[in-house]
């Protein structure tokens, strides 16, 4: 997968250092990653969730760092192409706030 917005994950890692390792992991998983859906998907990343967004885009969630975090992603697997959107904590994320964002 192509990731845009890699530099968003650095300022994550740089505010959020506890998780930088499970970034850095999953963004060398997901360069390296050609998934075709989200069934290709959950084969390396089980809990990862489809969410349907305010807007009604589908937006995939992975877990990070043990369910303490939450990468929110906009995935276009026709183009090959993984969106990072935002990046939250398990309590920013069940407020479900940021739905209504994006």
């Not at 084969?43 to 807007?55: I, K, R």
């Not at 877990?63 to 990468?71: K, V």
């Not at 992603?73 to 990072?84: C, D, E, M, Q, W």
Request: glycine fraction near 6%.
């Amino acid at each position: 997968m192509r990731v845009t917005a890699e530099s968003r994950i650095r300022a994550y890692c740089d505010q959020y250092p506890d998780a930088a390792a499970a970034l850095g992991a999953f963004l060398t998983v997901a360069r390296g990653a050609h998934w075709r859906n989200i069934q290709e998907l959950r084969l390396t990343y089980p809990h990862a969730d489809a969410v349907e967004a305010g807007s009604g885009r589908t937006l995939t969630v992975f877990n990070i760092r043990g369910n303490h975090y939450r990468l929110v992603t906009a995935i276009h697997y026709n183009t090959g192409r993984l969106f990072v959107l935002r990046f939250l904590t398990h309590a920013e994320y069940s407020r479900d706030a940021w739905k209504e964002s994006l």
